[in-house]
């Protein structure tokens, strides 16, 4: 903000109309822009130099994309179903990479688009069908000649944007407020800034819009990044301050308790790895600072038992610990594991439990209501030591005696807010540990940004046999499906099973975008290109996305038929569910067709392979949690990831990351460089908007780093920040009061 006070003056909180007009106001409110400070710090997402070309390898299915290109192929045709020309246009980049665009009216075209120009053009980034081939296409994007005015400017910054807005739209209100805005006053310390070598704000926030050279814009990005780096640690440091004014309970170590006596039992000896989390564990709920900690590691690594270890040190403590499960077949599963490790010990209340027993109680949703109460009762008188549940743990009727410790298990499959509401409970806030076999990406950039303790189960599973993962071009290759379907028969012949995953239920009109009224295909992102239609001689639209019900019958009738194929997804009733699941577990089935209802909870040892359908359509984190149901036994597992997706793509660099590694850290981080860490303070779930725009964890490690040595210094002289006003307002700018405390919570 700056310093001045005339009312005339524009500064970075006045209205956009100010500065720019109402005209182009308005256009920028479509982008969510309605300040002179949100359109300063729309930056552009990247600049091409004057007579270069922009790669078209980088493009991803669905973005907006705005790319400098040379007009290569022009070709015209008569529309077949309706009147008019349609004009088909290659762009080419420097590589010689191709994109097709497609434009309607083609007649109103000629003299504008020519083969061998250069022009900048926007659209969505779509697909289409040529031959046997999935191509790249923009439909009828937007387009401008390069001499629109910018003079001999060295660079064109490329904005995020959006349909009807577009990239040079605005860049051109962009530099308008840039001519009227008087340079904002510098939060930052100037001892810091001369110390880490940046320029100041008001130079910095011109020349990430308008560079001259490469120095520049690399320093006004290093100057920018190093705010929101700041801005976030200032805001975890000033939690962590908070936080102590409602300290946990403190839970050390009780000689000869129930941790003793369940480790006196055990009837293998624990790894080294779960030796050492189990002390760091144990370290932290012996103090009365929150216990904020990840535990990460494959399926069969261990998790549970370094998990129930760190409940039992609470419940020795007299309180309680509550594991939260994302299904109600993982929590039953957890509970009936739970209570076979403890054996007598967990049988508080029953004829044949030890004199220093525990109980646990299971709550689900599901239970009948007699059951409901008695779990309830349970829980809220503190009879039940260990609770294990699903989202009915989070509900407000839910009350406990005192909680010390929550569990969350897979905790990708939970959004922030629903891990935090049990921690909200009670005068004292509980410890928290959360267990995951991936890491997600937010998960990973929260580890550096300082939210969460990481301790990794690093050793290999006993009995685990490796899983070989290939991606299966089908776009490309179609021939190749057929070896897919040979490779099953295969697994089958030789004694083993398969599983079949397909991102939707099926059974309906889907046409490929998101539908509430169907849980299981929430994962799922609309690809659909919108204006193609049946006017196009090369394809169609991207089809709907594959769905169990329509896959199954074609399977069973064509290349897989004679074998025994079930059916299973989540709109299945329970009764049914669990047939199926036990007929495949008793190999009465050849081959499980299923939705990602299968991807926790499931262990069938004799399952060697997975054909995973639109494999594109799933996160890293589903991928490889549903390649984990493979390879569970002696024999080697076999993961095939089908997809339509062409080479070069974000989506097939995704999935030929999966294929490399079955690490999921290794495969967090390579999502992290594919994609950025996004949304880390949460604004996509919560909501809110984010001031978060450059900062990545891969690329700026070390200034978080530094950053946060330098906030705790500062707060450690200036408590609260009371001294430098305008670091408080760079927090509440980078990440706001709300969004601070979502931080916390993670």
């Not at 100010?18 to 479509?30: D, P, V």
């Not at 064109?156 to 340079?183: E, F, M, T």
């Not at 998960?443 to 301790?455: F, H, K, Q």
């Not at 064509?558 to 049914?576: A, F, T, W």
Request: include cysteine.
């Amino acid at each position: 903000m700056s310093a001045r006070k005339d009312p005339d003056e524009i500064d970075l909180d006045s209205p956009l109309e100010r500065a720019i007009g109402g005209a182009s106001a308005k256009l920028m409110a479509k982008m969510d822009l309605h300040t002179v400070g949100d359109l300063v710090r729309h930056y552009p997402r990247r600049y091409v130099a004057r007579g270069s070309l922009t790669d078209i390898a980088g493009l991803e299915i669905g973005e907006q994309a705005t790319l400098v290109a040379r007009i290569d192929k022009v070709a015209t045709r008569q529309m077949r179903t309706r009147r008019g020309s349609l004009m088909n246009v290659t762009l080419v980049d420097s590589k010689g990479r191709t994109l097709d665009c497609t434009f309607f009216n083609a007649h109103k075209l000629k003299g504008m688009i020519e083969v061998g120009k250069t022009m900048i053009f926007s659209g969505k980034v779509g697909t289409y069908r040529k031959g046997d081939q999935t191509v790249l296409q923009l439909t009828h994007p937007e387009f401008e000649p390069l001499d629109d005015g910018d003079g001999i400017r060295p660079f064109i910054s490329v904005y995020p944007a959006k349909k009807g807005v577009d990239s040079w739209k605005i860049a051109r209100c962009a530099r308008g407020v840039l001519d009227v805005l008087d340079d904002p006053t510098d939060p930052l310390p100037e001892e810091i800034r001369r110390a880490e070598k940046l320029p100041e704000l008001g130079r910095a926030l011109r020349r990430i819009h308008v560079p001259e050279t490469e120095a520049d814009y690399h320093a006004a990005r290093a100057r920018l990044v190093w705010d929101e780096a700041f801005g976030v640690q200032l805001a975890l440091a000033l939690r962590r301050e908070k936080a102590l004014e409602r300290p946990a309970a403190a839970n050390p170590h009780r000689p000869g308790g129930l941790l003793d006596a369940f480790d006196a039992v055990l009837p293998f000896p624990l790894t080294n790895g779960q030796k050492s989390v189990g002390a760091e564990i144990a370290e932290d709920l012996a103090h009365e600072l929150p216990m904020n900690r990840l535990v990460q590691g494959d399926v069969g690594a261990g998790k549970t038992i370094v998990a129930l270890r760190a409940m039992l040190q609470v419940v020795d403590s007299g309180r309680q610990a509550a594991m939260l499960a994302p299904t109600e077949v993982l929590a039953s599963q957890h509970a009936r594991s739970l209570r076979a490790m403890l054996g007598p010990i967990g049988r508080g209340g029953e004829l044949d439990a030890a004199e220093n027993s525990t109980k646990i109680t299971l709550l689900t949703g599901s239970m009948t209501t007699a059951e409901k109460r008695q779990a309830l009762l349970d829980t809220q008188s503190g009879e039940a030591g260990i609770v294990v549940g699903t989202h009915a743990l989070i509900q407000d009727t839910v009350g406990f005696a005192d909680l010390g410790l929550v569990v969350v298990d897979e905790q990708h499959r939970f959004g922030v807010e629903q891990r935090d509401a049990l921690r909200g409970r009670g005068e004292r806030t509980p410890h928290l540990l959360v267990m995951t076999a991936t890491p997600i990406p937010r998960t990973v950039a929260m580890t550096v940004y300082g939210d969460l303790e990481i301790s990794a189960l690093t050793e290999l599973p006993k009995g685990r046999s490796p899983i070989a993962t290939t991606v299966v071009p089908a776009g490309e290759k179609p021939a190749w499906l057929a070896r897919v379907w040979a490779r099953v028969r295969e697994e089958v012949d030789a004694g083993h099973q398969v599983y079949i995953v397909c991102p939707r239920v099926g059974g309906d009109t889907a046409t490929g975008k998101k539908r509430a009224a169907d849980p299981e295909d929430a994962d799922l992102i609309d690809t659909e290109d919108p204006d193609i239609g049946a006017d196009s001689d090369d394809g169609s639209a991207r089809r709907p996305p594959l769905a169990v019900l329509d896959v199954a019958p074609g399977l069973s009738e064509g290349p897989l038929e004679g074998l025994r194929i079930g059916i299973l997804h989540g709109k299945l009733p329970p009764d049914e569910k669990d047939a199926v699941m036990r007929a495949f577990e008793r190999h009465e089935l050849d081959v499980l067709v299923a939705t990602t209802v299968i991807e926790v909870g499931v262990d069938v040892p004799n399952s060697t392979g997975i054909v995973i359908l639109d494999a594109d359509r799933f996160g890293l984190s589903q991928l490889h949690q549903l390649r984990g149901r493979v390879g569970r036994g002696s024999a080697p597992g076999v993961c095939l990831l089908v997809t339509d997706m062409p080479a070069g793509t974000t989506a097939r660099e995704r999935l030929d990351a999966i294929a490399g590694t079955t690490d999921g850290f290794e495969l967090a981080r390579l999502d992290l460089e594919l994609r950025r860490e996004g949304d880390v303070v949460g604004t996509t779930q919560s909501g809110r908007r984010s001031g978060l725009r450059l900062l990545s964890l891969v690329r700026h490690e070390k200034v978080i780093v530094s950053a946060r040595d330098y906030a705790g210094k500062l707060l450690t002289e200036d408590p609260g920040l009371e001294k430098h006003p305008g670091l408080r307002a760079l927090v509440e700018e980078t990440v706001g009061e709300d969004q601070a405390e979502y931080l916390a919570k993670a």
